[in-house]
């Protein structure tokens, strides 16, 4: 199965503490979410990426300018050291450049160095599209355009099967939980027209508005950006992971509240008048 639409089903589950590494020899059992939490990193760096699975990262994503062949062998070690930290944490790599000399061998050489999916931008040849390699995903990266006309565009990108999912690149400025009905729906129409699961880029200072927000978007997962894995940063992914904890919990009661007609019997006729 696919590793990354496991990490989308995994977190809505409640799992049982286990593992071993240098974030500790044993873990809490860990809550269920409303999304998956991806910690996309400024650099190949294995402190970084222990600090971010300290933090409660369910994923990492990582960024390749396709300049320096050296950096792959660095990132299969960065992989093996997070994997021998977290089993389950799922590594992505984002590719920026380059694109001209990518050919299956150096998809699969991503593979081999522990890359479970690839982030293409729409700026990459369509011809990526078609290279299926074994147990590795297709992300593409959807911007957000003005339009009315740019759903059904983005549309077409459900005609290629081997995309795994998006990444929704819509970097919601300012407070997303003042957001009115209609951008709402702007954002929506863009999201249900590529009809994939998806991955929202947020920025750190979200408030429990701004994830009910995220919620109504209909995402499986958020990327966080950290340049760096300082102290502001491990906070933010820690403070993140509790609010998405907190939104799912409160989801999951509303709905136990929610009244249903399941079962219900229809109320009886009126009798005829008098």
Sequence with gaps: MSKLLDMFTQVRRAQGGSGIGFVGKSKAATKPRAAALVVELG??????AEGAIKAGADGLL??????SESEIEKLKQVIDAAKTSEEKIVCGLQITGGWDK?????????RDAGVEYI??????????LALKVKDLDLVVTVPMREGELYPIFMRNLTAFDNITAV??????TGEIGTMTI????????????????????????????D?????????????LSASDMGTKSQKQIK?????????????KEKEKNTPTLLGRTSAPAPGPLS
């Design 62 to 67: 990582f960024t390749w300018d396709g300049k």
């Design 182 to 209: 209609e951008d709402a729906l702007h954002y929506r129409a863009v999201r249900e027209a590529v009809r994939f699961p998806s991955l929202l880029n947020v920025r750190g200072n979200l408030n429990e508005a």
């Design 211 to 223: 994830a009910y927000t995220l919620v109504t978007l209909g995402v499986q997962a958020v990327v």
């Design 119 to 128: 982030v293409l931008q729409l700026q990459a040849p369509a011809r990526l």
């Design 239 to 251: 403070a993140l992971r509790e609010l998405l904890e907190k939104v799912h919990a409160e989801e």
């Design 167 to 172: 990444q929704l690149d819509f970097w919601l």
């Design 43 to 48: 650099e190949i760096d294995g402190g970084s």
């Design 102 to 110: 990518l050919e299956r061998e150096s998809i699969e050489r991503f």
